[in-house]
């Protein structure tokens, strides 16, 4: 499904941010169905016809981690609901707290237009395609050569440089630095192909070989941001299984 016309069931308790969100989404083409608290969210979850739970990870009630527990045990689609966590930026512990608790995506708060698009657009499928963030076939070679604790500092270590190098990219993009955009593209480009982000990689390589005097078209941009997005989710929550 596209991103387009959805029913987004939104549970943020601060009323500055829900009424932001509110307003992003409706000037976005969707309808927002408002959950008061915990409870409420899973009330709704599985009594309304909403294609997507946007949450941040502080409700009342109900706590964030047993609504997710529970959404998960909702009979058929509504079990696998995507759920997205509203976290504040860079906070890694929330990152791998509220994906260890079922959580599909996170969106960092301050929120902006183009990453809630991007965000929506990949959690409800309209992504490329659907492959792994994680190449599994590379991370596998990567195990028997240099091993599980190898894997994960190198996992661990890879958010910030992707962080760096997007904002980096941003920043240039914006300034119409088409030169700056595509020298930060290629780095990204390595350092997520090194440890298996294969779709952020291409992606990155597609800002990088693309027309070096257009950067009026965000498309790409917002793409990218998303994949940085699922590649540090990913990152976080990867684990050696035997």
């Not at 657009?121 to 240099?146: C, F, H, K, T």
């Not at 952020?200 to 005097?213: C, N, Y």
Request: with cysteine; aromatic share 2%.
């Amino acid at each position: 499904m596209a991103a387009s016309s959805l029913c987004v069931l939104l549970a943020e308790s601060n009323p500055v941010n829900q009424a932001m969100l509110r307003h992003m989404l409706e000037k976005l083409g969707h309808s927002v169905v408002i959950a008061e608290h915990g409870a409420h969210v899973l009330e709704l979850a599985a009594t309304r016809d909403v294609h997507l739970v946007l949450m941040n990870m502080h409700l009342s009630v109900m706590d964030t981690a047993t609504a997710v527990r529970l959404i998960r045990m909702l009979p058929g689609d509504k079990a696998r609901l995507p759920l997205v966590a509203l976290i504040p930026e860079n906070d890694d512990e929330a990152e791998k707290n509220c994906l260890a608790d079922g959580l599909d995506a996170i969106l960092p708060q301050p929120v902006t237009v183009s990453r809630l698009a991007a965000t929506l657009e990949w959690a409800v499928g309209g992504a490329d395609d659907n492959s792994p963030a994680l190449d599994p076939d590379y991370i596998e070679d990567m195990r028997q050569w240099v091993g599980d604790s190898t894997v994960l500092a190198l996992l661990a270590a890879a958010p910030q440089s992707f962080r760096e190098e997007l904002s980096r990219i941003t920043a240039a993009w914006e300034a119409g630095d088409s030169r700056t955009v595509r020298e930060n593209a290629h780095r990204l480009k390595g350092a997520a192909g090194s440890v298996g982000c294969r779709r952020l990689s291409e992606t990155a390589q597609a800002i990088q070989k693309g027309d070096p005097s257009d950067l009026s078209d965000r498309h790409l941009l917002d793409r990218l941001t998303a994949e940085v997005d699922r590649a540090i989710a990913a990152a976080a929550t990867w684990r050696p299984q035997d």
